[in-house]
């Protein structure tokens, strides 16, 4: 078509104009607001949106005892309830000096890792999704109730568990414990060669991801990001390697990394981790330590006066909790270092000069939990 | 280096600053003017090289505020904490970090959400969570609110 206003060619016509997506859009998983402008379909610049969420975690820890607040960190990253509240637990411990009972570490671990299972099953599906298909996220639901089932039974709750406390868990497992950890892993075996035959071997899902979304490993480290994301781009940062707690150092397992720094990087790093999750929880399910499950914790904490810093290894990343004390019974100050909030950072620079469908699949691969940025 | 390694070097490399330890990480002070050379000669130093800004955050102590950065080497993995105290409560203000680690971006408008310090030289310094009409900053210890606080 002859364009008729001037003698510009059509294609440099062009005007950039600005898209709210979110705070309510299925791909943000949850109250996130992308300031996207474009030009066309090409992306030339993302500012997040925060705060549809925030709570005030760490001002509400201010006035919460020490017990308390760990509640609290279950509502953070809800796909990682478990290992925020391990976190919570090992930094009191680590100011109180209490020896956790070997029974206590082992199921610790156990669920950290069960609870890693499920929270990448959940993004397999919802990555699916965001990239059009839907049959992934049904299954991946229906895999992670058989987890949730074991939660539920074993510690009452199914997403805000508050299991994991300071001395060690809240009560004992049930005698069926190992036994129906190990028939979930029969199923579950099956379950990842179907999701691999499903999507990972799919040419389309390939393409979509492929080349998309290219975080280098200099600009990885330069942004703070840990996790898979970084894993996926070469670096070997893996909290459970090289800062273990809770007996990590004597088990068995490989940290995933990979050079490929893309998208389709991150999601390999995620696929073999969930078999290296399956594979740690092999190694203490055949014998869990017998004997006591709590050491006794006073019913008041007071940490000596510090600051005392304790990171752990969560489904997103590195969570780092800072607490401050003043000798009182409650938190002078504490300080979530969320996994998601850095690598949030990423966003934008891997995602400028894509086009709009490729943000999609850069931010599905990111894995953000929004109420673990906003705290 | 090890963590007592690591607090010998800096006492000897940085006479002039305060060099503590807290229970994980060996804790300097150094003052605010000299934020800027010393993170850029702990990033770049062949023997330290600390690549990486993990945790950066502020703490309200009634009479001033303290910045703190927690550093890391994804080379050597030894950590440790730079603190800068500022004594101006009313009007606080620090160079940014961001042309060195751009972790600093998120970290640093957190900050000035919570505890209105400002960032000189930060790209794009705004009330992240918040929003720009909220009054006050939440993180201080005198901060009242009588409307969205509840106490518990």
């Known amino acids: 078509m002859e364009n008729q206003n ?74 990682s309830a478990h290992i925020n509240n391990q976190a919570c637990s090992l930094v009191i411990e680590k100011g109180l000096q209490i020896e956790v009972p070997a029974r206590a570490k082992a199921i610790r671990i156990i669920l950290a890792e069960l609870q890693r299972l499920t929270s990448h099953e959940l993004w397999w599906g919802s990555t699916a999704m965001d990239l059009g298909a839907v049959t992934p996220f049904f299954l991946a639901f229906r895999d992670r109730e058989r987890i949730l089932e074991i939660f539920e039974g074993n510690t009452g709750n199914r997403l805000t568990m508050n299991y994991i406390t300071p001395g060690g868990v809240m009560f004992d497992v049930l005698p069926s414990f190992a036994k129906s950890i190990k028939d979930l892993f029969k199923i579950i075996k099956e379950y990842l060669k179907e999701y691999d035959t499903l999507i990972t071997g799919n040419i389309i899902f390939q393409h979509r991801l492929k080349g998309v ?11 703070g990001c840990t996790g898979p994301v970084a894993r ?4 070997s940062c893996d909290v459970r390697k090289y800062y273990p707690y809770d007996g990590y150092e004597k088990l068995d397992f490989k940290e995933i990394t990979s050079d490929g720094c893309d998208s389709w990087a991150r999601y390999m790093v995620r696929m073999e981790e969930m078999k290296q999750s399956i594979h740690i929880v092999e ?93 | ?34 934020l800027i050379e010393v993170a850029k000669r702990l990033q770049n130093s062949g023997e330290t090289l600390f690549d990486f800004l993990f945790c950066e955050t502020a703490i309200d102590r009634k009479n001033n505020f303290e910045v703190v950065y927690h550093l890391t080497s994804t080379i050597y993995h ?14 606080p203000e620090l160079e940014s970090v961001y ?54």
């Open chain 1, 232 to 235: 996926a781009s070469g670096i």
């Open chain 2, 99 to 152: 042309p060195l680690w751009k972790a600093a971006d998120l970290f640093e408008n957190e900050i000035y959400d919570m505890f209105g310090i400002r960032f000189k030289n930060h790209p794009n310094l705004r009330r992240i969570m918040l929003g720009d009409e909220w009054q006050g900053f939440p993180l201080r210890k005198d901060y009242k609110d009588d409307v969205n606080v509840v106490t518990l």
């Open chain 1, 213 to 223: 979304g290219v975080l280098p490993k200099e600009l990885a480290i330069s942004l």
């Open chain 2, 78 to 91: 030894h950590n440790m904490v730079l603190k800068v105290v500022l004594e101006d409560r009313e009007n």
């Open chain 1, 283 to 375: 190694q203490l399910i055949e014998n869990l330590p017998e004997g006591e499950f709590r050491t006794k914790a006073k019913g008041v904490i007071k940490l000596p006066v510090g600051e005392y810093y304790q990171r752990v290894e969560t489904a997103r990343g590195e969570l780092g909790v800072y607490i401050v004390s003043d000798g009182g019974s409650k938190p002078y100050r504490c300080k979530f270092r969320a996994a998601s909030f850095s690598n949030l950072g990423a966003l934008q620079p891997i995602t400028v000069g894509m086009k709009i469908g490729d943000l999609m699949a850069s931010m599905a691969t990111l894995d953000l939990v929004i109420p673990d940025i906003d705290r």
């Open chain 1, 6 to 79: 001037n003698n510009l060619p059509l294609e440099e016509l062009t005007e950039e104009f600005v898209v709210n997506i979110g705070p309510q859009h299925p791909s943000t998983h949850g109250v996130l607001r992308l300031q996207t402008t474009l030009d066309g379909e090409t992306i030339k610049d993302v500012v997040p949106v925060l705060g549809y969420i925030h709570r005030g975690i760490e001002k509400m820890t201010e006035s919460l005892g020490y017990k308390q607040f760990i509640y609290l960190t279950s509502r953070m990253d809800y796909l």
């Open chain 2, 1 to 34: 280096m090890t963590k007592e390694e690591l607090k010998t070097y800096l006492e000897q490399t940085f006479p002039a600053s305060k060099v503590e330890e807290t229970f994980d990480f060996p804790l300097m002070f150094i003052d605010k003017s000299e």
